[in-house]
C-alpha cells in the first residue's frame, strides 16, 4: 500500500503541506489569525496559554505547539509572540529547532512594535514561505509512514458494535503494512486496563498501561468522580452496554488485535512503530489535539450520535455506522459504515473501504470539516495546574 | 434470510441485535460464513442475547474478551443483561 505524500527534510512524510501561524503565547493570538487569514495556503489555531504558566502548564503548551509545528503536515511555521511571556521566543525556536530542521521563524509584537507591525512583518514572512512551500510535490510513499490517530466520540451502541471494532481492523492491516495506529482517552480504558496490559508487547509497557490508567482513575477520584460506580451510565444500560468493561472494551477494541508497542505520554511523539496509546483526558477537542501533537498525519472520529470538528493540521474524517445520524448530519461525515449493522456488508469488508478511503484523504481528498475550513478553535491544550 | 444480530468475534457467547425482537422471534447472525438462527426470549435494540447456554459462574464473552459473569443459568436466545450477569471488576 501507498500513498502521494510530502517528503520532509527531517525524513517524515505529510499529508498536508500548510505553513503555520502559530501564537506562542495567549497575547499573540489575535496577531497570528490575522496573518493566517490573510493568506492562502496557511493555518492557525486557538492558542491561550505560554504565560502565567505553572511549569506542568508549559510544558503541556509547549508540546503541543512543538508538536504541531513538527507534524509532518506542515511544511514551515512562523511563530508570534508577545516578548514579556514566560514562553520566551528564543527558547522556544531553539526548542523547535532541536524537534525539526523544518523552515521555522519567530516574531514579537514588543520588539516590532506593535500589532500592525507585526502583521506585516509576519504576513510577507508566511506569504514567502507559502510561495516556498508550494514548489514541493507529492511523491509516492509507503504507507508505514502513516501514524493513524483514532478518536471516538459522541458514541452510541453502533460505535462499540461496528465502528470501533472496524477502525480495529483499519489499525490491524495498516500495521501488517509496517505502520502506526494511535488512540488516546485514558479514562476510557479503566475496566479493559487488564486487557491492554495483557496486550502489551512486553512487561514494562504493561507496567506502565496498568500505571497510567491509574492515575488518571486517581486523578477523577482526587476530584470527586469515581469512573467505577458512575459508568455504565443509565444511558449506556438501556443502549444495551452491562458493564463497566463492556463499555471500555467498546473504546479500546478501535485500537485492533496487535501487541501495545508504547503508552506515550500526553503530545509525545510514539518512539516505536505499530499500536501504541496516548495519555490524554477523553475531551475529544484535547485528545485530537494531543494526538496531532503527537505526530499523526491523519485521525478518524467515530461516532453514533454526529460530530463535527476538524483540526487545522490534520484531517479529521468523521465515520458513523448510524445510518440516521450519517444522513441527518451529512454535512459532517466522510464515511458510513451503516451497511454493517444492516447486515449487508461484514467487518473486513468495511475495513478495506475505510482504508481506501483514509488514502484518498492522505492522497490529498478533502475531509467535510477540511472543506468548512473547521479547526481552528477546535484546538485544546491541557492545563494541569489551571495556570498560577 | 437477513441477519439482525451481529457475532463480534467467534470466540463470543453473546450476539448483538441490531433491532428489538419481541418472544419467539428468530436471531439471525453470521458465524464463519453461515447463518445460524435462534430463538429468543425478547431483546430490545443493540442489546445481547445468548449464543450458547451459559452456566451461572461462566465467563461472557464479546469482541472475543471477557465482559461479565453470569450469575444465574442463561438459556440460548435469552437476553443477557444486568438481570444475569455481573461486572467482574466493579
Known amino acids: 500500500m501507498e500513498f502521494w505524500g510530502y517528503r520532509r ?58 508538536g504541531m509545528i513538527a ?68 511523491e509516492l510513499c509507503p504507507i508505514s509512514e502513516l501514524t493513524l490517530g483514532i478518536e471516538c466520540g459522541g458514541s452510541d451502541a453502533t460505535s462499540g458494535l461496528v465502528s470501533n471494532p472496524v477502525m480495529g481492523l483499519v489499525s490491524d492491516k495498516l500495521i501488517a503494512a509496517g505502520g502506526t495506529s494511535m488512540y488516546s482517552e485514558t479514562v476510557e480504558m479503566i475496566g479493559a486496563e487488564h486487557l491492554l496490559a495483557a496486550q502489551a508487547a512486553e512487561p514494562a509497557v504493561a507496567q506502565r498501561i496498568l500505571e497510567v490508567v491509574k492515575g488518571r482513575e486517581e486523578e477523577q477520584i482526587r476530584s470527586g468522580e469515581d469512573i467505577r460506580k458512575i459508568q455504565p451510565s443509565p444511558g449506556n444500560k438501556a443502549g444495551g452496554i452491562t458493564t463497566l468493561e463492556e463499555k471500555s472494551l467498546g473504546c479500546v477494541h478501535k485500537g485492533g488485535h496487535t501487541p501495545v508497542m508504547e503508552m506515550c505520554a500526553y503530545a509525545q511523539v510514539p518512539t516505536r512503530k505499530g499500536l501504541v496509546l496516548m495519555d490524554t483526558p477523553c475531551f475529544d477537542l484535547l485528545s485530537v489535539t494531543a494526538k496531532i501533537a503527537g505526530g499523526c498525519q491523519v485521525v478518524v472520529f467515530t461516532t453514533g450520535r454526529g460530530n ?34 444492516a447486515g449487508d456488508r461484514s467487518l473486513e469488508e468495511q475495513a478495506d473501504i475505510t482504508l481506501q478511503e483514509i488514502i484518498k484523504v492522505m492522497n490529498g481528498k478533502l475531509t467535510k470539516a477540511e472543506i468548512q475550513k473547521f479547526g481552528y478553535a477546535e484546538t485544546v491544550v491541557s492545563q494541569p495546574t489551571d495556570y498560577i | ?50 449464543r450458547k447456554d451459559i452456566q451461572a459462574g461462566e465467563d461472557v464473552v464479546k469482541y472475543g474478551q471477557v465482559m461479565a459473569v453470569a450469575t ?14 455481573k461486572s467482574k471488576v466493579q
Do not use: W
Request: overall charge negative.
Open chain 2, 1 to 50: 434470510m437477513k441477519p439482525n444480530a451481529l457475532l463480534l468475534n467467534d470466540k463470543d457467547n453473546v450476539v448483538t441485535v441490531t433491532r428489538s425482537l419481541s418472544a419467539g422471534e428468530n436471531v439471525v447472525f453470521l458465524a464463519g460464513g453461515e447463518y445460524v438462527t435462534l430463538i429468543t426470549s425478547g431483546v430490545p435494540a443493540y442489546h445481547k442475547v445468548a
Open chain 1, 308 to 341: 463535527t470538528i476538524g483540526n487545522p493540521v490534520a484531517p479529521v474524517m468523521k465515520v458513523t455506522a448510524n445510518v440516521d445520524t450519517y444522513h441527518h448530519m451529512l454535512d459532517n461525515h466522510d464515511v458510513d459504515m451503516s451497511a454493517v449493522v
Open chain 1, 71 to 138: 507534524n509532518p503536515n506542515i511544511y514551515g511555521t512562523v511563530a508570534i509572540g508577545l516578548g514579556c511571556e514566560f514562553n520566551k521566543m528564543e527558547d522556544f525556536l531553539a526548542l523547535a529547532r532541536e524537534r525539526t530542521c523544518k523552515p521555522i521563524v519567530g516574531f514579537t509584537i514588543q520588539e516590532e512594535g506593535g500589532s500592525i507591525n507585526t502583521i506585516a512583518v509576519a504576513t510577507r514572512a508566511a506569504q514567502q514561505m507559502v510561495s516556498e512551500a508550494t514548489e514541493c510535490v507529492r
Open chain 1, 9 to 66: 527534510p527531517d525524513g517524515k512524510v505529510g499529508v498536508r503541506n500548510h505553513v503555520l501561524v502559530v501564537a506562542t503565547v495567549g497575547c499573540a493570538g489575535e496577531v497570528a489569525r490575522k496573518v493566517a487569514e490573510s493568506l492562502n495556503g496557511t493555518v492557525s489555531f486557538v492558542c491561550q496559554g505560554g504565560c502565567a504558566a505553572g511549569i506542568k502548564d508549559l510544558e503541556a503548551t509547549r508540546a503541543v505547539l512543538l
Open chain 2, 72 to 85: 444465574t443459568n442463561i438459556k440460548t436466545g435469552e437476553h443477557v443483561h444486568t438481570q444475569n450477569v
